[in-house]
């Protein structure tokens, strides 16, 4: 088949779906299964191509099944990270998160701590650009543990220990200058409204219980026992949690409070420091 002619009706498919991001993900496929550039596709339309796995692939994405699960793997922070069904993924909105992190520590040596890694995405970008930073990141979850660590494995990074964890649990008596999350914020009625295709990541990394904020109350209260004087604690927070996030955190005794919009506007991160 003609690869504009697939390129088209495939992509015509995904819209009738309402899936808005069909062009982009038609573009990954191509690049995937036919490996065909965006370039190649625009100045060859005429290519005679096989259609199957791309006709395969988006049948799979029609039934609800993630991109990135399709795929195994997806890019986060200009990094492949591995990424299979039962563990959350990365998003580009987390990166600001990092990139936050990165900004503010420098090169100084940081010692930091992941709360719920999953693929392990923040904490090995964080020790990819940061030479003199080491880490260790933790999970509830095995198979998200067994995941990170190939991720490391492939990344070449060994700066950063994987541990089983609930939260602080783990890590007690130990320091850290710098503890990073993305935690579950998804309240029990935005459960429900989910699209098909997040609803198949699982639901640990997902509920943050009937107010989105339980983890965020776990969290104020676990991590300064384990963070340095003056150290920084940086979360993810969903768009309407600019206010709540801040005022458990200051409720816990952090100071110097910060919230940083993502690039569509919204309230995306939130930082704070705790003096003992």
């Known amino acids: 088949m003609r690869l504009d002619r697939l390129f088209s009706e495939q992509k015509q498919r995904l819209l009738q779906d309402g899936q808005d991001d069909a062009e982009a993900a038609l573009s990954i496929l191509c690049e995937e299964y036919l490996h065909v550039t965006r370039a190649q596709r625009l100045t060859h339309p005429e290519m005679e191509v096989e259609e199957a796995q791309i006709c395969a692939a988006v049948d799979r994405m029609l039934s609800g099944e993630p991109l990135a699960y399709i795929l195994g793997s ?3 922070m ?3 990270f591995q990424c299979t069904p039962g563990v959350l993924i990365p998003r580009p909105e987390t990166e600001l998160l990092v990139e936050w992190a990165l900004q503010d520590q420098g090169t100084h040596t940081v010692r930091f701590l992941d709360i719920g890694t999953g693929t392990g995405c923040i904490a090995l970008s964080l020790a990819k650009y940061a030479d003199r930073w080491t880490g260790i990141g933790v999970d509830l979850s095995d198979s998200a543990l067994q ?6 494995d492939v990344l070449g990074v060994k700066s950063v220990e994987l541990r089983s964890s609930d939260l602080c649990a783990a890590v007690e008596g130990e320091c850290f200058d710098l503890i990073i999350s993305n935690p579950p914020y998804i309240t029990a009625a935005d459960m429900e409204q989910l699209d098909p295709r997040v609803r198949r990541e699982p639901e640990l990394a997902l509920y943050g219980g009937p107010d989105g904020l ?5 969290i104020a209260v676990e991590t300064p026992k384990v963070l340095k004087n003056g150290g920084t604690l940086y979360l993810e927070i969903g768009y309407d949690q600019g206010k709540s996030v801040p005022q458990i955190l200051k409720d816990a005794g952090f100071s110097q409070i910060e919230v940083r919009k993502d690039l569509a506007g919204l309230d995306r991160c939130v ?3 705790y003096y003992v």
């Open 271 to 273: 930082k704070g420091y």
């Open 147 to 152: 995941l990170a660590k190939h991720n490391a």
């Open 74 to 76: 997806t890019e986060f």
């Open 78 to 80: 200009g990094l492949t």
């Open 214 to 218: 339980d983890v965020y109350r776990r």
